[in-house]
């Protein structure tokens, strides 16, 4: 059975995935995968240069944040290829933020979403990458509110720093593991 895990900035997809694979359980990065088949697959390296100009990550950045359409245009290029690497990877758990943006949701059975209060996921994000709440609620409204990730997910972890993570992952596996 395939699982996806997603939720957005600074709710904890990362300290959840390493809590499960402390369980033995290896899950795949999508964001990581991404980055990877970018800098040794020949074949996109072709086509983000033709797409973008440059390989350089300020280039590539600065052109994803132009437009939506550019951003769709490197989605078109990139998430094809995460998509076949993932399928041939034999894992059966996936980290994605964009699960349901990207399209790769269709190809997990069952979808588990982290969440946590937006003052946490906010604080999280200002301190990890020592940026302000400004640029934190600016890129939060370029993802899928957590309501909507919530109503769509098949399970739900409550990572608010309050609630045991660890007795959560625990019934999550109890139930996948029964179907």
Not at 96 to 107: K, N, P, T, V
Request: proline share 2%; net charge neutral.
């Amino acid at each position: 059975m395939k699982t996806g895990i997603t939720g957005g900035i600074g709710s904890g997809k990362s300290y959840i995935c390493r809590r499960l694979e402390a369980r033995g359980i290896t899950v795949y990065d999508c964001d990581s995968a991404a980055k990877r088949l970018i800098r040794t697959s020949p074949r996109l390296q072709k086509q983000i240069i033709a797409l973008v100009g440059s390989l350089d990550k300020a280039a590539m950045s600065r052109f994803l944040l132009a437009s939506e359409a550019n951003q769709q245009a490197m989605n078109a290029i990139v998430h094809p290829a995460v998509f076949q690497d993932f399928q041939q990877s034999g894992i059966d758990w996936m980290e994605s933020a964009i699960l349901y943006e990207s399209g790769i949701s269709r190809l997990v059975d069952s979808v588990v979403v982290v969440t946590a209060p937006l003052e946490v996921r906010i604080q999280r994000v200002m301190q990890r990458d020592g940026i302000s709440r400004e640029k934190v609620l600016e890129w939060m409204e370029r993802q899928w509110p957590q309501e909507a990730l919530r109503q769509r997910a098949d399970f739900e972890i409550v990572n608010d720093g309050i609630t045991d993570v660890d007795e959560q992952i625990d019934r999550l596996l109890k139930t996948i593991m029964s179907k």
